[in-house]
């Protein structure tokens, strides 16, 4: 299944890190990070926040938190999370208002990378906390190339993934942006855990996920996709496959 095709750099799935990605335990863990790098007592913006629901966990233990993307993706309780419509390269957000701010998995797909973290460390506040995940790869394996054959297969049919369009050489070069812009070397944290997913599971969470298409797109035909993907794989389609997941994060501060 698409064994002759090189790797492709499709998304990461959806901006926003949903709890199902992780284990209970393992989604305690990252909050209690976010939360106490953000804080509790002032504006916090999720710059790129898709359905919102690493938004809305955070706003549940108490992040002051607004939703801010180009297009409202507010799915379940974050749609009772303020919402704010801009664009992370010119944000529409006075200099130094903010507590802290959040982009997760958000930069490979932004062109001018450099111009959306000059505007991310612009708002903060002095002493403020960035928090920034590059993002890595929700699946490995027999599930990875099931949903590259799925990318392969809509793109066929006119329908694009998020396209990954950064030139960003690493993280190295992000601190080094962050650096000019008057932020702190980071400290960097990661939580891992082992994910049972099963080859239906995927498939039904990118076909549904907007935010894994690239916008204005038609997606009506992406379910008959799936599911001929899906039949074709020889996988069994309900047996769970151990998905290992790790989310980094990077979390810079405005010096002074």
Do not use: K
Request: contains cysteine; proline residues 7%; glycine residues 10%.
């Amino acid at each position: 299944m698409g064994a002759d095709r090189p790797r492709r750099r499709t998304p990461s799935g959806g901006r926003s890190l949903s709890q199902s990605e992780l284990t209970p335990e393992a989604a305690d863990e990252l909050h209690g990070q976010l939360v106490g790098a953000l804080g509790v007592t002032g504006q916090v913006i999720d710059v790129g926040a898709g359905s919102g629901s690493l938004g809305a966990e955070l706003a549940r233990r108490g992040v002051p938190l607004t939703l801010s993307d180009l297009a409202d993706w507010r799915v379940g309780d974050a749609r009772e999370l303020p919402f704010l419509r801009g664009d992370s390269c010119a944000m529409p957000v006075r200099t130094g208002a903010c507590a802290g701010v959040h982009m997760a998995r958000v930069l490979y797909h932004v062109p001018a990378w450099r111009d959306a973290l000059a505007e991310l460390a612009r708002i903060l506040a002095p002493e403020a906390a960035l928090c920034l995940s590059l993002g890595a790869r929700l699946y490995t394996g027999a599930i990875r190339d099931l949903l590259d054959e799925l990318f392969v297969r809509a793109e066929e049919r006119g329908v694009s993934p998020v396209p990954v369009v950064a030139d960003i050489s690493g993280p190295d070069e992000v601190d080094a942006v962050l650096a000019g812009r008057g932020l702190s070397a980071p400290e960097v944290f990661e939580v891992s855990c082992a994910v049972p997913v099963t080859p239906r599971e995927a498939i039904a969470e990118a076909v549904r996920n907007p935010v894994r298409w690239a916008a204005g797109q038609e997606l009506s035909v992406l379910p008959e996709l799936g599911a001929a993907v899906l039949a074709a794989s020889g996988l069994a389609e309900d047996e769970p496959l151990a998905q290992d997941r790790r989310v980094a994060y990077r979390i810079y501060r405005r010096i002074g």
